[in-house]
């Protein structure tokens, strides 16, 4: 439940359309909910201004949907990341309205429109195998409002492709940029544009790249000073973050 949704309850209660006890019912789960094997933080939205976000890796499908449910019914709009098709299969039972993003691993249900963002979000990756995780960005950020032009496959060993795209990177208000093997990416395109740059190194890569820690450190150490970075495959903090500041 977001600010908008308070208001709009207690103009209902003040107009008499809506009873002091159904207000209380309604208001009775802030600022959790207690499902014995999950709090769910109703009140999140309200404080800043994200909604609660499932992880559903670890979850039992079971969990995954209850959760969804839940969340669901309290009005807003719900997203779960990390998702398999059988937790997607759970939640479909429950909320028939939900939909599967296959290549995010992420499953959305859209109830009401945020507030719009201030501009455009690019998100960038290196190569296909990035792209679940830059999809997972993708998904984050357009369920919180704000307009996405998903950039793929352009790496810097094949520089030519990233220069083609540069009117797209130097309109976006703020990027994401997804790597994996050496990570140099988010330094490339942070030198391009005068805008944010949150960098996301992804797993991808062999042996050396020690399941992402090389580009990790790699894009820790970027000479691009408009360049921040977040944890290993971590797309959706990555949106999160963008999406703050694209809202400012």
Known sequence: MDRAQIEALLNEVSAGKTSAADALERLRTLPFEDLGFAKID??????????ETIF???KTPEQVATIFARMAKAGGNVLATRASREAFAAVLEQTPRA?????AR??????TEPEAGKGLMAVVCAGTSDLPV???????????????????DVGVAGIHRLLAQQQTLQTARVLVV?????????????????APVIAVPTSVGYG???????????MLNTCAPNVSVVNIDNGF?????????NHM
Request: proline share 2%; glycine share 16%; with cysteine.
């Open 56 to 58: 559903a890796g670890g």
């Open 237 to 245: 903090g990555a949106a999160c973050i963008a999406s703050l500041i």
């Open 134 to 152: 830059a999809e997972e960005a993708a998904v984050t950020a357009r369920l919180m409002g704000n307009e996405v032009e998903l950039v793929a």
């Open 208 to 218: 050396a790249s020690l399941g992402g820690v090389a580009a990790l450190l790699g």
């Open 99 to 103: 939909e599967y993003h296959e290549m």
């Open 106 to 111: 992420a499953i959305t249900l859209r109830q």
């Open 178 to 194: 997804c790597a994996g093997m050496e990570g140099a990416l988010p330094t490339v395109v942070g030198g391009m544009v005068n």
């Open 42 to 51: 109703h009140h999140r939205a309200l404080r800043t201004g994200m909604p």
